[in-house]
């Protein structure tokens, strides 16, 4: 196992951090250049990204683990699709990197891996509902700002 977790170790920097930008401490692999490549380059980079998830199936990965990879992977597609930002975002998320760590904690630990990563899930969700309900108070705050000034 030890093979596999150096070759998904070498992988995942190769996607992330292979390269220097001279005279700083800025490391970047080949997932940020794919998203260079306008309209599909972030999708074949997620693409891409998907070995580490598979890689955690065929260990037994549960279905948290699962889900706490696909966020990071999704976020990378997602928010790296975003012109300039993107790829400075793809600079620093890593997510390749992220996912090789935990496919490590997997191999070293299933129980922990998963508890961890429920809590990650729970987390998600729990911020995702005040995400929601935030907008719902903003929506209807505008809707009586917009009737006060209406009537």
Request: aromatic share 12%.
């Amino acid at each position: 196992m030890t093979d596999k977790r150096n070759s998904n170790t070498q992988f995942a920097n190769l996607l992330d951090s292979k390269f220097k930008i001279p005279g700083t401490n800025i490391r970047f692999g080949i997932d940020p250049l794919l998203g260079l490549v306008p309209g599909a380059g972030d999708w074949i980079a997620g693409v891409i990204s998907l070995y580490f998830l598979i890689r955690a199936a065929m260990q037994g990965g549960k279905a948290s683990v699962l889900a706490r990879m696909f966020v990071n992977i999704l976020l990378d597609v997602l928010l790296g699709s975003v012109p300039v930002l993107g790829e400075i975002f793809d600079v620093y998320w890593k997510a390749n990197i992220k996912n090789a760590e935990i496919l490590q904690e997997l191999e070293r630990d299933p129980d922990r891996t998963t508890t961890d990563s429920r809590f990650f899930i729970w987390f998600l969700v729990v911020q995702f509902i005040v995400l929601i309900i935030g907008m719902l108070f903003l929506i209807t705050w505008l809707i009586a700002e917009v009737f006060a000034l209406l009537f």
